[in-house]
């Protein structure tokens, strides 16, 4: 199969992830994706189907902070694919609600933590069992690679989405970080951990819930999901092992885009 990659995409049927398989699918991979809703993925695997011919995509309905489900996903995923190579945990909330942490009440606060960091908790373990299975070639480059979607220190700091999403997500890196500590410490070396952090993107989970003046900047300043996904395509085919946190762009150069684009904005006005 060459390069063919086997890439599984959890909250794949809408925003960043569904670009990141429409991305992998055009790069030749087989993809299997999930999300909340049977509607949102059929829907997905649809307009996947018709805009790249014969795809090889596959979906299914998954709540990741259900055990339960995710194992079901997780053997649905590796009877598609026949080995799994690139696993994204990709799936996340930004909450019902951007309020105070007083002002949210519990149904809001249990699904946002439960989607971020339990998910990725559950979603890591079903990968690295079914990675751990897999026999790879002796020297094989490609190897497998779990590339968990969290917080970064910066994207904390600019981030103004409620308490339940910045801690869970900055949970996220933890995990990354303690699971790649993990895996090495176990002599697990044939898998890679890795978090990823792709800045701004507009989705609905960075827009829900806005005033129209903030809306209005993050339509600015953020990245299409597209071009966002387009960044993190060659990062997340073509991982090196060394590399923990992989971004869409570096540091300094979100920042000054921001920046410029912010000053843009400004002398428009």
């Known amino acids: ?44 695997l649809e307009r996947l189907s018709t805009t790249v ?56 606060i249990v699904q946002t933590v439960g989607t971020n960091l339990t998910g990725t908790l559950i979603a890591s373990r079903a990968a690295i069992r079914i990675m751990m299975s897999q026999e790879h070639e002796p020297g094989n480059a490609a190897g497998c690679h ?11 700091r600019f981030s103004r989405s409620p308490l339940p999403h910045k801690a869970s997500k900055t949970g996220v890196a933890a995990v990354s970080r303690f699971l790649a500590e993990e895996l090495e410490r176990e002599g697990i070396r044939g898998i890679a951990v890795h978090e990823v952090s792709p800045g701004l993107v507009r989705t609905d989970l960075l827009l829900n819930d806005t005033d129209p003046v903030t809306r ?16 993190l395509l060659p990062k997340i085919r073509y991982p090196d092992k060394r590399s923990f946190l992989l971004r869409s762009r570096s540091l300094p150069v979100m920042i000054a885009r921001m920046v410029w684009l912010q000053l843009k904005r400004q002398l428009t006005a």
């Not at 960043?16 to 991979?29: I, N, P």
């Not at 209005?216 to 960044?231: G, I, M, R, S, Y």
């Open 216 to 231: 209005k900047f993050l339509e600015t300043v953020a990245d299409h999901p597209q071009t966002a996904a387009a960044l």
């Open 146 to 156: 779990i590339f968990n979607f969290g917080f970064s220190p910066a994207g904390v």
């Open 53 to 108: 011919t014969d795809a090889p995509v596959w979906g299914m309905a998954c709540d990741v902070a259900n055990p339960d489900e995710v194992s079901v996903f997780a053997g649905f995923a590796l009877a598609k694919l026949g080995c799994v190579d690139r696993w994204l945990n990709n799936a996340g909330s930004s909450g019902i609600r951007k309020r105070p942490l007083f002002d949210l009440d519990d149904a809001d």
């Open 1 to 44: 199969m060459g390069d063919q990659l086997g890439i599984v995409i959890t909250g794949g049927s809408r925003g960043l992830g569904f670009e990141l398989a429409w991305a992998f699918l055009r790069a030749g991979d087989r993809v299997v994706i999930c999300g909340r809703s049977e509607t949102s993925v059929n829907k997905a």
